[in-house]
T-cell receptor, first 111, second 114 residues
Framework: KQEVTQIPAALSVPEGENLVLNCSFT??????LQWFRQDPGKGLTSLLL?????REQTSGRLNASLDKSSGRSTLYIAASQPGDSATYLC??????????FGSGTRLQVQP | DTGVSQDPRHKITKRGQNVTFRCDPI?????LYWYRQTLGQGPEFLTY????????KSRLLSDRFSAERPKGSFSTLEIQRTEQGDSAMYLC????????????FGPGTRLLVL
């Protein structure tokens, strides 16, 4: 059974810092990995999707990497802003169509 | 661009009552998923449709839960005889079947069972 773990569970940083969120998964036979953002009480917004054959994806200040063999992904956020405050969720798609999610990292960026 | 919509956004009900939620996916998407999310946790898969066919159900989906997608467009999720443990956010997502399948999520329906 696929399990996804995200570390840390919560993170507080001052505005302007670069930061890294970590995601690990137990079964490396995945199709893709997706990073989402969730604001309190809201749905999920897709940030980046990395196919199993890819090593990284970039969108603006966000960069996600994937090391499938070691079962790890990182989300790098450059020059953090208060508007980045949210919960960040990592999810993998393996043999079935549904996503398996981690519990998320709750990020607070202080002005 | 119309995203995934869900109705209602909030529902408060008493234990033992039945509730029904609706999800309208992005119009050209043929796959539709239901997930449940409790506080402090990531979403957990409940069930998934390709067009009108329900292809997979999680063990979380007890016999009190039923989902339909009658014409391959919108979907409904019904919970019968609700229990306090059913209190959660119910999320719907849709996607287009492709090698680079990306799931797009709706805003969710928050259910509180008293």
């Amino acid at each position: 059974k696929q399990e996804v773990t995200q570390i840390p569970a919560a993170l507080s940083v001052p505005e302007g810092e670069n930061l890294v969120l970590n995601c690990s998964f137990t079964d490396s036979a995945i199709y893709n990995l997706q990073w989402f953002r969730q604001d309190p009480g809201k749905g999920l917004t897709s940030l980046l999707l990395i196919q199993s054959s890819q090593r990284e994806q970039t969108s603006g200040r966000l960069n996600a990497s994937l090391d499938k063999s070691s079962g790890r992904s990182t989300l790098y956020i450059a020059a953090s802003q208060p508007g980045d405050s949210a919960t960040y969720l990592c999810a993998v798609r393996a043999g079935r169509r549904a996503l398996t999610f981690g519990s998320g990292t709750r990020l607070q960026v202080q002005p | 661009d119309t995203g995934v919509s869900q109705d209602p956004r909030h529902k408060i009900t008493k234990r033992g009552q039945n509730v029904t939620f609706r999800c309208d996916p992005i119009s050209e998407h043929n796959r539709l998923y239901w997930y449940r999310q409790t506080l402090g946790q990531g979403p957990e898969f409940l069930t998934y449709f390709q067009n009108e066919a329900q292809l997979e159900k999680s063990r979380l989906l007890s016999d009190r839960f039923s989902a339909e997608r009658p014409k391959g467009s919108f979907s409904t999720l019904e919970i019968q005889r609700t229990e306090q443990g059913d209190s959660a956010m119910y999320l719907c997502a849709s996607s287009l079947a492709s090698p680079q399948e990306t799931q797009y999520f709706g805003p969710g329906t928050r259910l509180l069972v008293l």
